[in-house]
């Protein structure tokens, strides 16, 4: 089978599995205890994975906080920031945010509204986004304590202009955050080259790493200073009292693992991915002409994600048809009981989501494996 759903998950790299293999067996020590080999074996490790994660987003790795993922890197920083700043009679409550966001950024956002928080969901162009105008204008008004914006969306690929917002953020001050999932291991991060940009969030799984760890960055205020925000979970004070709990050493190093795999031969890669898009672009144009829609753009996106509609055709009867053959999907995983939020955000009517076949490439794929799409008229 041909998969073809890599902004879901990932296929986990072999690397990977075999550098996390020693910490399921003989490695089995608690990083959190100390002096005896198998601790010091298992703290070791866990340093040197912060610090590939670190390389790979241009940030220090004391800021790395090593979660269960993004949606709990997304909940910890939202909630945290919003209880530690917001909680005092007459604080500042007003947080902004986009309505295309990932459901663990909109349904965090409306959490915190339900428990009187000031919450203003901006409006998205056709493509799924934000203008740096627009924003600008906005946090003029409001001054938020908190903005959340994606830097590139799940559904359609598009990428938002992070390094000109994290300019805006930079100069006002604000606390700036972005889900970073989607364009991990895709597009260039650099955090030390925006400032204004004070959170990211991450995941393992979605660049060749295992499922159930990811991280949460967050940047500190000073050299020596640490942001200040409530942890989501209290108990033994890991990870700079931001997340406690024991981690899970085998998760941690295949992050680590997963994350240097990412730099490597990383334009090399996305040519590659480039080129597949482009074939498959082709295929579904020259074969099927005006049966299909593109919804995403074609420039400044996530390179290997294609959002296209198959005109008159149901998108679940469909994905069954061709699911002995390929995998594929019609959005995001973590919303697929429920009409895409993105697309309707955009501007498109119910028939045309229901339309709507999500297609994510990956640098395993090769361009013959793409000619079964020919057979489809």
Request: hydrophobic letters at 40%; charged letters at 25%; one cysteine or more.
């Amino acid at each position: 089978m041909l998969y073809l759903d890599n902004s879901a998950t990932t296929k986990i790299h072999p690397e990977v599995l075999e550098a996390m293999m020693p910490y399921l067996q003989e490695e089995y020590g608690n990083p959190s205890s100390k002096f005896y080999s198998l601790a010091e074996n298992a703290k070791k490790a866990v340093a040197k994975a912060r610090e590939q994660v670190a390389a790979l987003l241009g940030c220090d790795p004391d800021e790395v906080v090593f979660t269960s993922g993004a949606t709990e890197s997304n909940n910890m920083i939202i909630k945290g920031i919003a209880d530690y700043y917001g909680r005092e009679a007459g604080a500042n409550k007003r947080l902004l945010t986009t309505k295309v966001e990932h459901p663990s950024v909109i349904e965090t956002f409306n959490f915190l509204g339900e428990r009187g928080y000031d919450v203003s969901f901006l409006d998205v162009d056709q493509y799924a986004r934000v203008g740096v105008e627009q924003v600008k204008e906005v946090i003029a008004q409001m001054q938020p304590l908190l903005t959340s914006i994606m830097w590139g969306n799940n559904e359609i690929g598009s990428l938002n202009p992070i390094e000109e917002l994290a300019k805006v953020f930079e100069e006002n001050g604000q606390f700036f955050h972005t889900d970073a999932t989607q364009v991990i291991g895709k597009v260039p991060v650099d955090m030390r080259k925006l400032p204004g940009l004070r959170f990211l969030s991450m995941s393992g799984h979605k660049i060749g790493g295992p499922k159930g760890i990811g991280a949460a960055i967050i940047r500190k205020q000073s050299k020596e200073i640490y942001t200040r925000l409530t942890p989501l979970m209290h108990g033994g004070g890991q990870e700079n009292n931001y997340r406690s709990g024991t981690l899970a050493v085998h998760n941690v190093v295949g992050l680590g693992e997963a994350a240097e795999i990412a730099m490597k031969d990383f334009r090399k890669k996305i040519k590659k991915i480039e080129e597949l898009e482009k074939y498959l672009v082709d295929i579904f144009r020259i074969n099927l002409k005006e049966k299909v829609v593109f919804n995403n753009d074609e420039e400044n996106k996530i390179p290997g994600l294609i959002s296209l509609q198959f005109i008159g055709i149901n998108n679940e009867l469909l994905m069954k048809k061709l699911s002995a053959y390929t995998a594929l999907s019609s959005g995001s995983a973590c919303s697929s009981s429920k009409p895409s939020h993105v697309l309707n955000a955009c501007g498109k009517t119910l028939e045309e989501v229901r339309q709507t076949i999500r297609i994510t490439l990956s640098d395993q794929i090769e361009k013959d494996e793409l000619k079964l799409f020919e057979q489809i008229k």
